[in-house]
């Protein structure tokens, strides 16, 4: 079965511009949550889709946000960057139901210059 | 307020001995733990997980405890390799929320 995969992996951008980050999650995987790397912050949940629907979201400005398609691909856009918002965007996925382990792609590794 | 903590930032152990990495917690509510290993520039690869109705679970070389008085959990590998070297986080979720909140993390250096 193949992983989860991320794209991009790199990304530069500048100040003000918005981006968009896209996941696939594992083949009948329902559900995907988004996760920020930073070195001052650590690993800090951003929001999770399950079935096309937000279900769970973390302690970020609303400039941050997500969507799920019908088949549970994801894409999460950042809006009018910040400096700050350099980090590694993680996605991971899990069947979505019941107590499960979510399972991580590789990362989109964003600059914000 | 850091829910999870790892109060080691770094390990160093010899190869073929026991590593112990250690994480403590302060949300009653968090019932399901996991761990996953990080290398520099990829995603966290999950390792082991134990729900609260447990307190060990093994799975090879590795070994999770859990101590709910204490709320405090450690992952033991035995014996250490040195491609175990990377750095090891524990995960924390509550009510199957499927929102993992992450300690800061522990470098495992196993030296040959």
């Known amino acids: 079965k193949a992983g989860v995969t991320q794209t991009p992996r790199y990304l530069i951008k500048t100040r003000g511009q918005q981006v968009t980050l896209s996941c696939s999650p594992i083949?009948?995987?329902?559900?995907v949550s988004w996760y920020q790397q930073t070195p001052g912050q650590g690993l800090q949940f951003l929001f999770e889709?399950?079935?096309?629907?937000?279900?769970n979201k973390g302690n970020f400005p609303g400039r941050f946000s997500g969507r799920q398609f019908s088949n549970s691909r994801s894409e999460m856009n950042v809006s009018t960057l910040e400096l700050g918002d350099s980090a590694l965007y993680l996605c991971?996925?899990?069947?979505?139901?019941?107590?499960?382990?979510?399972?991580f792609g590789p990362g989109t590794r964003l600059t914000v210059l | 307020d850091q829910q999870v903590k790892q109060n080691s930032p770094s390990l160093s152990v010899q190869e073929g001995r026991i590593s112990i990495l250690n994480c403590d917690y302060t949300?009653?509510?968090?019932?399901?733990f996991l761990w996953y290993k990080k290398y520099p520039a990829e995603g966290p690869t999950f390792l082991i997980s134990i729900s609260s109705i447990k307190d060990k679970n093994e799975d090879g070389r590795f070994t999770v405890f859990l101590n709910k008085s204490a709320k405090h959990l450690s992952l033991h590998i035995v014996p250490s390799q040195p491609g175990d070297s990377a750095v090891y986080f524990c995960?924390?979720?509550?009510?199957?929320?499927?929102?993992?909140?992450f300690g800061g993390g522990t470098r495992l250096m196993v030296k040959p």
């Open positions: 889709y399950f079935s096309e629907t937000q279900r």
């Open positions: 083949s009948g995987h329902r559900s």
């Open positions: 995960a924390a979720e509550a009510n199957a929320g499927n929102m993992l909140t």
């Open positions: 949300n009653s509510m968090f019932d399901y």
């Open positions: 991971a996925s899990s069947p979505g139901t019941g107590r499960n382990t979510q399972y």
